[in-house]
C-alpha cells in the first residue's frame, strides 16, 4: 500500500513538473528549405549561454545528406557563434528521406530566449 502511494506521488510530481516548468532550453524553429523532406529532426538546444545573454538569431547551414537521408557533412553560413554548435549538434542528428544521389539542403534554424 505505502509504495502505490509513493508511486502516484511520484506521477504526480512528474505530470506537474511537466505542465509548470517552461520549456527553456528549446530552439523555436527549425525549417529546411531543398529538394527532399526531412523526416526525423531534432529540435536544437537553446545553449545556456545564449539565454543567459538574451541572444537570439538564426543560424543558417548547408547540409549534405547522403542518398540513403543520413547527414554526412554541414557547413555554416551564418549565425551567432554562441548559437552555431547547438544547431549543428542537432542537424548531425536529423534524417531526410532517401534519394538517388546526394543533396545539399539549406537549413534556418531560429533561437529565440524564452518569455518570462
Not at 547527414?71 to 552555431?84: A, D, K
Amino acid at each position: 500500500m505505502r509504495s502505490r502511494r509513493c508511486i502516484w506521488i511520484f506521477l504526480f510530481a512528474a505530470v506537474v513538473a511537466q505542465v509548470f516548468v517552461p520549456a527553456r532550453n528549446l530552439a523555436q524553429e527549425f525549417k529546411a528549405s531543398g529538394k527532399r523532406k526531412i523526416v526525423a529532426q531534432v529540435r536544437p538546444v537553446y545553449p545556456e549561454l545564449a539565454r543567459k545573454m538574451n541572444i537570439s538569431g538564426t543560424v543558417r547551414l548547408v547540409v549534405t545528406v547522403a542518398a540513403a537521408g543520413n547527414v554526412v557533412g554541414s557547413e555554416v553560413l551564418g549565425g551567432s557563434p554562441v548559437l552555431v554548435q547547438s544547431a549543428l549538434d542537432a542537424v548531425a542528428k536529423a534524417k531526410w528521406e532517401a534519394a538517388s544521389q546526394q543533396t545539399k539542403e539549406v537549413v534556418e534554424i531560429k533561437f529565440q530566449p524564452d518569455r518570462e
